[in-house]
């Protein structure tokens, strides 16, 4: 009697649980939107409807995170734009006139006794036989040569042909110095400008400062002035090639900080030879580019400013990629740090078949995240999954979203923010009649 008992509960418990499998409606999260769908930035969250489902209203956008200054676009320094009578003036390196300390080799036709080699003096003048002083500074060959030719002309001879050369230019010349690969004293015939003095010397070296050679220049009164010279902004157009003057004297340093450093998140850190007009993106291709874990959105930059010290700079890569903001220049001494996106995830737990940590997506909704962690399990209460979400100060907030009510079109799907905390509970009737259906199995009675 005892057994027939048993038996009919067991009959009557299936039925029941048989009945609510009938009854119970799978409610399944959307597909994913497919990739050209998704908005070209992370937007920040949506506030969710105010409904009755909705324990508390989530924030309008997720708090901002300390941002450093925005990044100035790289200026040629001031001091280095050659402006008209920024440096001091004096005689044009090339130039055919006499200088003091010139040496001179003068001949008179038909009479080599006055033909001989004379350095003109500290005062400019130079001794002839038979006419004594007579001024050649600042005079041309050609010019000097019709003075002598009046002078014993007018006394000694009759028409002289006087022919002056000059065999030695003393101040005539240009020295370039430095990180050139044969530095040294040139002559110079003709007008010479900056970089073709350096390329008299055999071009700069690979540690050559190319941004912060020196020009030492004499002024009137034989002071030597130091003029900054930005090789770089040269070659590149931006700055005019200057003409050189007599004794002119280019130093080009080694370049102590020619170099910058890539570090973070990034493939092959490490420090890098700084090349002219490389720029954020290109010296991030040189680190080996961005790994998987890199916050795309954004890098930051230190650079020192004109007394040496660092600050600190935001660079958008992702604006830069896109076009709506320019790549800028890479400096001396830059270091460029990408840090990993910590906060760039979300957490999905509890009533889906594929619990875990994912990767957040740009403008991936609440029912996307849940289609991303397998869907829900048969036991999901559909009506109340609970969203943590961090406030202004950094703590998570508590509130509810319904599920059902986003998929009957009642309320919007809202969009996931970073770090965000999805908790998917068990429907308290379904985990009763499962637990039930655990302890009261038809089999267990026999």
């Known amino acids: ?112 006794d006055l033909t001989r080699e004379i350095r003109v003096g500290n005062n400019g003048n130079i001794t002839f036989p038979l006419i004594g002083g007579v001024r050649a500074q600042g005079l041309t060959p050609a010019q000097l040569e019709r003075q002598l030719e009046q002078r014993l002309g007018r006394d000694f001879m009759n028409d002289p042909q006087v022919t002056v050369v000059v065999t030695e230019s003393v101040r005539n010349r240009v020295t ?43 002024d009137a009164k034989g002071q030597i002035s130091q003029q900054p010279i930005d090789i770089a902004a040269i070659r590149q157009g931006r700055m005019q090639d200057l003409m050189l003057l007599q004794d002119d004297r280019i130093v080009v340093p080694e370049g102590t900080y020619n170099r910058f450093t890539v570090s973070g998140a990034v493939t092959s850190p490490g420090v890098f030879d700084l090349r002219d007009g490389l720029t954020i993106t290109q010296a991030i291709s040189m680190a080996g580019g961005l790994t ?32 709506r903001e320019a790549d800028p220049e890479v400096g001396l001494d830059d270091r460029i740090m990408i840090a990993e996106a910590t906060f760039n995830r979300f957490t999905v737990s509890g009533s889906v078949n ?57 309320q919007r799907d809202p969009q996931i923010g970073m770090d965000d905390r999805i908790v998917l509970i068990d429907h308290k009737t379904r985990k009763l009649l499962q637990d039930a259906r655990q302890f009261i199995s038809p089999i267990r009675l026999f």
């Open 1 to 112: 009697m005892t057994n027939t008992k048993y038996m009919l509960l067991a009959v009557l418990v299936t039925a029941l649980l048989a009945g609510c499998d009938r009854v119970r409606t799978r409610i399944d999260a959307p597909a994913l939107t497919a990739a050209g769908s998704v908005p070209p930035s992370l937007p920040p969250a949506n506030t969710l409807p105010t409904s009755s489902s909705v324990s508390n209203a989530l924030p309008a956008a997720l708090p901002a995170p300390v941002r450093p200054l925005p990044l100035y676009t790289r200026q040629v320094p001031a001091a280095a734009t050659h402006t008209p009578g920024r440096y001091p003036v004096g005689i044009r390196a090339g130039s055919d006139l006499i200088a003091k300390q010139d040496l001179l080799e003068i001949t008179v036709f038909k009479v080599p």
């Open 176 to 218: 370039v110095e430095g990180a050139v690969n044969k530095p040294g004293i040139f002559p110079v015939v003709g007008n010479m400008t900056v970089l073709q003095a350096i390329a008299l010397a055999g071009g700069l070296d690979a540690k050559a400062d190319t941004r912060r050679a020196v020009l030492l220049r004499r």
């Open 292 to 323: 998987a874990q890199a916050d795309r959105g954004q890098a930051t930059l230190m650079r020192r400013d004109r007394g040496g010290n660092f600050r600190r700079y935001s660079v958008n890569l992702r604006a830069i990629a896109t076009g």
């Open 354 to 410: 594929s619990p875990g940590v994912f990767e957040l997506r740009e403008g991936m909704t609440f029912l996307q995240a849940i289609a991303m962690a397998g869907g829900l399990t048969d036991l999901a209460d559909r009506k109340q999954a609970i969203l943590y979400r961090r406030d202004g100060s950094g703590n998570f907030q508590r509130y509810i979203v319904n599920m059902q009510a986003i998929v009957e079109g009642g």
